[in-house]
């Protein structure tokens, strides 16, 4: 097991990952998880992965958006300590996208900064819990606009929901 975290974090320092790679994103979404496992410990994980179409892809991109969102996600829950922590990964697809859903039973996200949460050196970060930068959401849009696609955030004072769609096939196949 080690050694495939180790080989996980190689991946996601390799910012020269040539995209030629055909990979299965619900790998690299147990890849993230696999990283997070110790911080995920308290929290009750649900996945529901449904067959899904290869990517041309860089592995340790998309490892970082998963890695990123999951993180995210457990630093909320931590700020909302009165429920239980239920954190929900979803894969579909809906043609042309492969669609990843990352839902998360925090406080949500303040509405002074939800219009500006995809901007660098936003952060949510508070109190000594954990060290943010403020960059790891505009990471995630800058990746997911290189693929063609999107995310979305769906956010109350009962949860959060990052819905991340990714274009899979050659772009004159796509609509």
Request: proline share 5%; charged share 20%; glycine share 6%.
């Amino acid at each position: 097991q080690s050694t495939h975290i180790v080989s996980s974090i190689k991946t996601l320092g390799s910012r020269n990952s040539h995209r030629q790679e055909i990979l299965d994103v619900n790998e690299s979404i147990h890849e993230s998880l696999a990283l997070l496992r110790s911080p995920l410990r308290q929290v009750k994980l649900q996945l529901n992965l449904e067959t899904l179409p290869l990517l041309s892809a860089s592995k340790g991109e998309l490892i970082q958006i998963w890695t990123n969102l999951i993180q995210d996600a457990w630093y909320s829950m931590k700020l909302k300590e009165s429920e239980s922590s239920e954190l929900s990964i979803s894969s579909d697809v809906e043609y042309p996208y492969i669609i990843v859903k990352v839902r998360d039973n925090g406080p949500g996200i303040p509405p002074k900064i939800l219009p500006r949460i995809f901007q660098p050196d936003v952060t949510t970060k508070v109190g000594g819990l954990s060290f943010g930068l403020g960059l790891g959401l505009s990471i995630v849009q800058n990746l997911a606009d290189s693929y063609g696609g999107d995310v979305s955030i769906d956010t109350s004072p009962a949860n959060t929901t990052f819905t991340v769609r990714l274009a899979y096939g050659e772009k004159d196949e796509r609509i």
